[in-house]
């Protein structure tokens, strides 16, 4: 809030200055944006090579906030990095010169109940009854392997609670379903949804599910494959830090993204390859000081820092749990300790989703002759945090009768920033 108020107030003794929405151009660079507003390419150098780093997280067709004056030079943008973090760049007042920032995004998160009577499909009648489409395909998500929907009839009902972030009154981010419930004359079902859309009908206990896919069935004996999952990349971790997208940094002294894991060791502590692959780095990287990065099948890429001593070179193949440095602190560090990332399709994900102790052994057959389609049943530990909550809040909603919220006409178009009340009551 106090980064808008900051927006609007610097300028509000300029009438006709405006606010717009744009998406981020596909290939645009951030250096082609300060080439677009006739900004010098000096400013750059202005930016510390950690904070240049985040440059590369602006995505195409993300939503950002410009600032103009009456002859279109720009005043300010707030630039997304993701979800939490986005980049301020603003025009000093008493000056020509541009300054550069990351700051916090500053959202709304509301709660809202959807009640879908079947005419069609789900995804059809929720798009229909609360005009929108992002909430219409989680709704669908949520239903999948858990339902069949096809088997739906006109009259049935499918009910639930959901929360979405807004940004100025515009959503922001998908929508998260807490829970749901189908009820039909044959059923009457809560399905509870996990923070990644996945529905399921039961938590906190182990539930079966079915892998499918090709394999060689003419086998005379069984044997134990290899481990398929990541392990981890020292013995005895000690997690100090999580992933986060924003994080009050120790030695900076402001929110910063960490895209990564931290896990306290000593001194010399090996580092362990988490998966095989190749290095495709091995060298000093600015703040993280001494780093090995390896690329791994399937699009990953796994980074280690602060290392006192690496013991591999860039190309050089390696093995998981291949010994490939040692903790240290080199870098912008306060002591020793490992920063572990790990990237998906060139995307920072939280390593902990990946990481396992122990890797998960499958079963192969040998001597086969050949291939055919196998169902295979899996088992998993599913825990949700607040079902008996959102079971009991989707219960009062539909107890009360109450009706769906309809979503309006997004925003769109120029808002000017002497409609300073619009801006605050949105924040």
Request: charge should be positive.
């Amino acid at each position: 809030m106090k980064y808008l108020a900051a927006l609007i107030l610097m300028f509000s003794f300029a009438f006709g200055m405006k606010a717009e929405m744009k998406e981020w151009p596909k290939d645009l660079t951030f250096s082609d944006y300060l080439d677009a507003h006739d900004i010098s390419k000096g400013m750059l150098d202005s930016i510390s090579k950690k904070d240049q780093e985040y440059l590369s997280d602006i995505q195409s067709r993300y939503k950002y906030y410009e600032l103009l004056d009456n002859d279109g030079t720009l005043m300010q943008a707030l630039i997304p990095i993701s979800r939490e973090m986005q980049i301020h760049l603003f025009k000093e007042v008493e000056s020509d010169r541009y300054k550069f920032d990351i700051i916090p995004i500053v959202y709304r998160t509301h709660e809202y109940f959807a009640k879908v009577i079947i005419n069609s499909n789900p995804y059809v009648d929720a798009k229909k009854a609360i005009n929108r489409d992002s909430v219409a395909k989680k709704a669908s998500q949520a239903l999948k392997d858990i339902i069949n929907t096809k088997k739906l009839h006109k009259g049935d009902m499918i009910s639930f609670v959901y929360t979405q972030r807004t940004r100025l009154g515009v959503p922001y981010t998908m929508p998260d379903i807490k829970v749901m419930k189908v009820k039909t004359k044959k059923i009457n079902q809560f399905i509870y949804v996990d923070e990644d859309g996945h529905g399921y009908k039961e938590t906190d206990k182990k539930v079966a599910y079915t892998v499918t896919g090709k394999k060689k069935v003419t086998y005379t004996r069984r044997v134990k494959g290899k481990g398929t999952t990541f392990g981890m990349p020292l013995r005895h971790a000690r997690v100090t830090s999580s992933f986060s997208y924003r994080r009050w940094h120790p030695i900076l002294h402001r929110y910063r993204p960490h895209h990564g894991t931290d896990f306290g060791a000593r001194r010399g502590t090996p580092l362990l390859a988490v998966n095989d692959g190749t290095v495709s780095y091995a060298g000093w990287k600015g703040g993280y000081g001494r780093v090995v990065q390896i690329r791994h099948a399937g699009g990953y890429e796994s980074f280690y820092a602060h290392q006192s001593r690496m013991r591999v070179k860039r190309g050089q193949k390696v093995k998981k749990g291949q010994i490939i440095g040692y903790v240290g602190s080199s870098g912008r560090s306060t002591g020793p300790h490992l920063h572990f990332g790990l990237k998906k399709n060139g995307r920072w994900v939280d390593p902990m989703k990946y990481l396992r102790k122990k890797s998960i052994k499958t079963s192969i057959l040998k001597k086969f002759t050949k291939y055919e389609n196998v169902a295979e049943i899996r088992y998993k530990k599913v825990s949700i945090k607040g079902t008996e909550e959102n079971r009991m809040k989707l219960q009062a909603y539909l107890l009360n009768d109450t009706p769906s919220y309809i979503w309006g006409r997004t925003y769109e178009g120029e808002v000017h920033i002497n409609d300073r009340e619009k801006f605050e009551d949105e924040e």
